[in-house]
């Protein structure tokens, strides 16, 4: 089960303040702990039941633990990707110019995405710099040296 947890806040019809809306900080990163609360919930839910659940999502620093706290005490893994900024940029402006997709708005640039990236824990979970690898080289590294991305050994 892969939950889209990026469609959490597009179920809401309207209201939903994005993280970078510096003019109403306090109701972004409201919203924002709601959609890493619902992921968590999800998660934990269908681990509970039984089934491998995959959340996908841009979560940063000491939200990171957070997250983890509220999945607890499931078995999880973390895979942090981390390629280098240049390489962001560009496959940022390939999907654009693709889909239409754009990741980043405003002063939110792939420089200050990194930025918060690197406030993470490194200590937690599997990182790797996928700079140089397809998606599918990325899925074979990553199952390749699975264990060591685990940050809770229970259930």
Not at 28 to 39: F, H, I, M
Not at 78 to 94: F, G, K, Q, T
Request: overall charge positive; hydrophobic content about 40%.
């Amino acid at each position: 089960m892969c939950a889209a947890v990026g469609q959490f806040y597009r179920w809401v019809a309207r209201g939903w303040v994005h993280f970078d809306d510096e003019t109403q900080r306090a109701e972004a990163r409201r919203l924002l702990d709601l959609r890493y609360r619902l992921s968590a919930i999800v998660a934990a839910e269908y681990a509970g039941a039984g089934f491998t659940a995959i959340v996908q999502d841009n979560i940063y620093g000491d939200d990171v633990s957070r997250w983890l706290g509220r999945v607890a005490p499931h078995r999880t893994h973390l895979v942090v990707l981390r390629p280098r900024v240049e390489i962001i940029e560009a496959r940022h402006e390939a999907r654009r110019l693709k889909t239409g997709k754009t990741a980043f708005r405003g002063a939110y640039t792939p420089v200050q995405n990194d930025t918060d990236v690197a406030r993470t824990p490194r200590h937690l979970g599997l990182w790797l710099d996928t700079s140089d690898q397809t998606p599918d080289e990325t899925v074979a590294a990553i199952l390749a040296i699975r264990e060591s991305s685990i940050v809770s050994p229970t259930a």
